[in-house]
């Protein structure tokens, strides 16, 4: 679809006016004012705008304020409440919703496997569905009518047992044990494709991008990771014909069958001043996270961050496509912003970028390191803990 933004008036503007009124974004009376009467068309003003931000924000959706497919996508998902409507698996088209990701983090609190929280009702939430309805007698038919809402309703704030999932994805990390010869990880570097480079710089003659710069980072962590051991596939090479969704990078990670996911960016922001490194790893805004993912973050966080010196913006929880759709640890690295002249300085430094690749690395030895022999970020000599690992294997 086009995206829809300030300034613009018509059908879509009044619908997506009347979802942001519907949450309590945007107050009914901002929503008359600019409607001049019967007939006329709305506005998409500074209210709306205004809104449409704070929506992106509760989302963990890039708040640029204008309405693109995936903050259209979000919207319209946003109307269900649990209750509005009877849910059930589609095929093909499944059912999206705010509706479906409430119940499926009820299902998550009560204890049933319905998968991560992505808002889409696919066969593991109809499957938990079922499950519950057969521990309560109904029918157990994976759908989600009056009765079984009913039931849910009942039982739902009496029982409440943590967070299963993220349990069970930490057990199964857990148990592939502490060596990652043979483990499979999937580094996605962002962008790249048709005329999709990410962020742009220009100087003097040259001209950086963040899809050719994140690219030679990708290639080099390929090479040290297959040097470790690991089954290492980039989910793009250095041109590639058409740009990729988030969906798209997340279901190929999926069909490797993956054990993690990195994926590589860089930051812009008009601002020069901006700088630093962030990692992101799934999470919504209500505590529902990831531990796996977050404890990936925080080990590529830290050891960039103390390998580099380069400024701590910390770790972030994002419902992001490529984090949500995921079904192994997955997080995403904004190594710098490319607009800010200290950090594109060494961040077009082939020796600098070295030093990215060790510390993303030494990152992902801890993650299958056992803890009580972990050791202060930023001294691991990873081919001494390779050797250390070998030496226990044999
Ligand atoms: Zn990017």
């Known amino acids: 679809m086009r995206a829809i933004r300030r300034g613009d008036t018509g059908l879509a503007v009044l619908e997506i006016r009347s979802i942001l009124v519907g949450l309590e974004l945007l107050s009914d009376a901002a929503a008359a004012s600019s409607v001049d009467g019967?007939?006329?068309?709305?506005?998409?003003?500074?209210?709306?705008?205004?809104?449409?931000?704070?929506?992106?924000?509760?989302?963990?959706?890039?708040?640029?304020?204008?309405?693109g497919s995936e903050t259209w996508q979000a919207l319209d998902g946003a109307r269900w409440k649990l209750g509005d409507r009877g849910l059930y698996h589609s095929v093909p088209d499944a059912l999206v919703g705010e509706d479906v990701r409430a119940l499926q983090e009820r299902l998550l609190e009560m204890g049933y496997d319905s998968g991560r929280a992505d808002a889409i009702y696919g066969a593991r939430t109809a499957r938990a569905v079922a499950q519950f309805q057969r521990e309560v007698g109904l029918t157990p038919d994976g759908s989600c009518g009056p009765q079984t809402m009913k039931a849910l309703r009942r039982l739902g704030r009496k029982v409440v047992g943590g967070r299963p999932q993220w349990l069970r994805e930490a057990e199964a990390f857990r148990q592939s044990g502490p060596n990652l010869v043979g483990k499979t990880i999937v580094i996605d570097p962002g962008h790249g494709g048709g005329d999709d480079l990410g962020?742009?710089?220009?100087?003097?003659?040259?001209?950086?991008?963040?899809?050719?710069?994140?690219?030679?980072?990708?290639?080099?962590?390929?090479?040290?990771?297959?040097?470790?051991?690991?089954?290492?596939?980039l989910t793009r090479g250095p041109q590639p014909a058409k740009p990729m969704t988030g969906a798209q990078r997340a279901e190929l990670a999926n069909s490797l069958g993956a054990d993690l996911l990195i994926s590589l960016h860089l930051d812009g922001l008009a601002n020069p001043e901006a700088q630093g490194v962030a990692t992101y790893h799934y999470g919504t805004g209500n505590g529902l996270?990831?531990?796996?993912?977050?404890?990936?973050?925080?080990?590529?966080?830290?050891?960039?961050?103390?390998?580099?010196?380069?400024?701590?913006?910390?770790?972030?929880?994002?419902?992001?496509?490529?984090?949500?759709?995921?079904?192994?640890?997955?997080?995403?690295?904004?190594?710098?912003?490319?607009?800010?002249p200290v950090d594109r300085d060494r961040l077009v430094n082939p020796l600098f970028r070295e030093q990215i690749v060790e510390a993303i690395l030494a990152a992902v030895q801890r993650m299958y390191y056992p803890v009580e022999n972990d050791v202060p970020t930023g001294s691991i000599d990873v081919r001494q803990l390779r050797l250390a690992l070998s030496s226990r294997q044999s």
């Open 199 to 233: 962020v742009v710089v220009p100087e003097g003659p040259l001209r950086w991008t963040e899809a050719d710069l994140v690219f030679d980072l990708a290639a080099r962590l390929e090479g040290r990771l297959a040097a470790a051991g690991m089954r290492v596939h």
């Open 38 to 67: 019967p007939g006329q068309e709305s506005v998409f003003d500074e209210a709306t705008e205004t809104a449409v931000r704070a929506f992106q924000q509760s989302r963990g959706i890039g708040t640029d304020g204008i309405v």
């Open 289 to 340: 996270t990831s531990t796996v993912g977050e404890r990936l973050a925080n080990l590529v966080q830290r050891e960039i961050v103390v390998r580099t010196g380069m400024q701590d913006c910390l770790i972030h929880a994002k419902t992001w496509e490529l984090l949500r759709l995921t079904r192994m640890p997955a997080v995403r690295v904004d190594l710098g912003y490319l607009t800010s």
